[in-house]
């Protein structure tokens, strides 16, 4: 989550065997029109996107998406919200590769018209917001290296797509994520962008869910991290809230160590109507401003 609202990150992964996927013109043009997105002649998401190019991934770059893979579900098949599984296991999130975009689409766009998009770097929270209120989540194409298989700071497609897009199949949760990219559209309040920032940080990245009667994990940042997400659920250092939008929105975070406060869903029709209620409220908002 960058500059304080989300995702991707303006550095390149110094490192990475692939990051020429991602430095060519194509990319730098798509990266500029994301910087200036929202400015006059700049007003077409879809020209922040790029091509998967999937030939450029390596063999080590295979070989680390599988020691990832495996090394977290062995964790998660006990310990993620069913829903994420039940995802993962509908759009085919396999052990043996590195997902081709247009694979995982084929399965999710009849499902909830959802599309996971590639794109060369860190979005901008206007951009993003745009590609969230279209049904479509701003990917980023490259795989951290491997010496760095423990931590990257900067999301990569293990983040993205492991951790992110198995929930996009669910329909109440990828009705959510589209109405939080309508809603922060809606406003260009200081104050409102860092209470939208924080609602991401502790629902879509580090949330928790009760299912069954045991805490499970939902939010991509707990998914995709080995540490992290034993951590949420097994440490006493960490304060488990219940939800309540309001308290969420007025709580602080840092990005650079683990979680001490989390907020934990009943359901994830909870977040939806929270959204909801919290879209409708802007939008009036807005409306009363524009008057």
């Not at 629902?203 to 991509?220: H, M, N």
Request: proline share 5%.
């Amino acid at each position: 989550m960058a500059d304080g609202s989300h995702h991707k990150s303006a550095q390149k992964f110094a490192g990475s065997l692939n990051h020429a996927m991602i430095d060519d013109a194509s990319a730098d043009t798509a990266q500029n029109y994301a910087n200036n997105f929202g400015k006059p002649g700049f007003d077409d998401i879809t020209n922040c996107y790029i091509d998967q190019r999937y030939e450029g991934y390596t063999a080590e770059n295979q070989e680390t998406w599988q020691i990832l893979f495996d090394r977290q579900m062995a964790f998660l098949k006990d310990n993620a919200s069913q829903t994420y599984l039940t995802g993962a296991e509908i759009i085919n999130l396999r052990r043996d590769r590195v997902p081709p975009l247009a694979d995982i689409n084929a399965r999710l766009w009849p499902l909830t018209k959802w599309q996971s998009r590639a794109v060369p770097g860190y979005l901008p929270p206007k951009a993003f917001f745009a590609c969230l209120a279209r049904r479509e989540f701003p990917t980023t194409i490259v795989i951290r290296p491997k010496e760095s298989i423990d931590y990257l700071p900067e999301p990569d497609i293990f983040h993205d797509i492991f951790g992110h897009v198995p929930l996009h199949a669910d329909a109440t949760f990828a009705d959510f994520l589209q109405t939080y990219g309508r809603a922060a559209l809606t406003t260009s309040d200081p104050a409102e962008t860092e209470r939208l920032a924080r609602l991401f940080w502790f629902t879509v990245e580090f949330g928790l869910i009760r299912e069954g009667g045991r805490l499970k994990v939902y939010g991509s940042g707990l998914i995709s991290s080995p540490g992290e997400s034993r951590h949420s659920l097994e440490s006493d250092k960490v304060e488990r809230r219940p939800f309540d939008l309001d308290r969420v929105c007025d709580t602080s975070f840092e990005i650079d160590h683990y979680q001490p406060i989390l907020y934990v869903l009943d359901s994830f029709e909870q977040l939806r109507d929270a959204m909801n209620t919290y879209a409708e409220r802007l939008l009036a908002k807005t409306k009363r401003v524009a008057a």
